[in-house]
């Protein structure tokens, strides 16, 4: 294990740390830490976000909130968010909860199907098949490519426009098109992602999403006229209508066997009494239960080095962790190092908040385990559609 300077001025300790564990990138405008999550979260207002959502350009035209980097660490709780916009226009404020209810479906399809997330959920696509799908030359693809490997942060309506070129237009594996968003994303998760990319491509609904020049213009009209194809655009019209054959029928999805280990648990577990608290990267707020259940302990994080190592991540995520992590060091006496952050666990008396991410299960041995803050409690039935799970909530 080595221990980072926190305190140190960041761009050196990715240069010098970090150094093979990253794909470079650069670093994202969208600041980390719960100080910067507060401050996006006050400044907040979400009138005419029903209609304005998915506006792609003039950037002024955007409705979306861009608070997702926060809610995906749990730096901004979904309830959170949620009671701040209780008082905003109703027609906005349904829409806005919807695509937070998204957020929470994510997670729990994760938390209860686990790594088959990976497959095609239930209709065959294009899976594997390596190859970049985002060619360049049209100025649409070019410009969410650009933003996604500068910024590490896109509208919903331009990830759809990705993901859809990169599949259904150029029938190459949606899953290396997930890695490759996966590793560029601030907000990248592998519940939320793996979820989006299923729904655009059609292997979690069985109708493919066709992207086309009417959306560009919808969206983003200024592209088409300053694109290099414009008189002879590749996606003039809407690619075919298919329907995808079904994929093998997973019984998981319609009822969960095992509520208890896909919820977590529900009350604190205590084994043994804490020395410290380990955050993970499913939780790295000041509202973590385990950090605020002992606050007089010492915090630790542990950046996974082979994870790194394998993933390689864009730069842009590493420094929204440091940011975040330098944040929280003005407030709790904070430890942060890259290792082995299970084998960390295993040796030292931790509190830590469960995470519902196939990964928790490699936490043994810990001293006090924190149920996770839900939006709303997994149920056994049904998950197999969105309406379908979200009919069932309680
Ligand atoms: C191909 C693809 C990949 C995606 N990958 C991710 C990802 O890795 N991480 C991620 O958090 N979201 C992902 N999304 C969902 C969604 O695009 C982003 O959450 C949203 O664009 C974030 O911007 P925002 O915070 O301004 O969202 P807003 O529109 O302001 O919505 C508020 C919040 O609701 C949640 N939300 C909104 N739309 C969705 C959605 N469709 N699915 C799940 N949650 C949603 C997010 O937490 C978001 O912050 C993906 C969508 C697609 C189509």
């Known amino acids: 294990m080595k221990l980072l300077d926190i305190g140190a001025d960041l ?28 401050h996006a979260l006050s400044k907040l207002d979400i009138t005419g976000y029903a209609n304005n959502r998915s506006e792609v350009l003039p950037l002024a035209a955007r409705g979306a909130s861009v608070l997702s980097p926060y809610i995906r660490h749990n730096l901004l709780p979904l309830q959170r968010v949620w009671d701040r916009v209780s008082k905003a226009p109703f027609s906005d404020r349904e829409k806005f909860r919807d695509e937070l209810l998204w957020q929470e479906y994510a997670r729990h399809l994760y938390a209860r199907i686990g790594t088959r997330l990976f497959n095609n959920l239930r209709f065959e696509q294009i899976w594997d098949g390596p190859g970049n799908g985002w060619p360049e030359g049209m100025a649409c693809v070019d410009f969410a490519a650009t933003e996604l490997r500068e910024d590490g942060w896109l509208v919903n309506q331009s990830r759809m426009w990705l993901a859809s070129h990169w599949t259904v237009r150029n029938s190459l594996g949606w899953l290396h098109g997930q890695e490759e968003m996966y590793r560029h994303l601030i907000d990248g998760s592998r519940a939320a992602n793996l979820l989006g990319w299923q729904w655009t491509v059609g292997s979690g609904t069985g109708k493919p999403y066709g992207f086309a020049r009417w959306q560009v213009q919808k969206r983003a009209p200024e592209l088409c006229g300053s694109c290099a194809l414009k008189s002879k655009c590749p996606i003039q ?31 604190v577990q205590e084994n043994h009494e804490p020395t410290t608290v380990l955050l993970t990267i499913d939780s790295l707020g000041d509202a973590d239960p385990a950090l605020i259940a002992n606050p007089d302990l010492p915090v630790i994080f542990v950046f996974n080095e082979s994870a790194l190592r394998k993933l390689q991540l864009s730069s842009k995520r590493i420094f929204f962790y440091l940011e975040t992590l330098q944040d929280l060091a003005t407030r709790r006496q904070l430890s942060v190092y890259i290792g082995d952050p ?34 709303k409690s997994p149920h056994p039935l049904s998950i197999r559609s969105f309406s379908a799970w979200r009919g069932k909530l309680k």
């Open 342 to 375: 299970y084998e960390f666990a295993y040796k030292n008396s931790v509190s830590v908040t469960y995470a519902p991410v196939p990964s928790f299960l490699k936490f043994k041995n810990l001293a006090e385990i924190h149920p996770y803050p839900w939006l």
């Open 237 to 267: 019209e809407f690619p075919e209508e298919i329907s995808l054959n079904a994929a093998p029928f997973d019984g998981l999805l319609l009822s969960d066997p095992d509520l208890e280990a896909t919820t977590g648990p529900l009350i």
């Open 11 to 38: 761009e050196s300790i990715v240069s010098h740390e970090f150094e093979s564990l990253h794909s470079g990138g650069g670093r994202s405008s969208i600041q980390g830490g719960q100080t910067a999550a507060d």
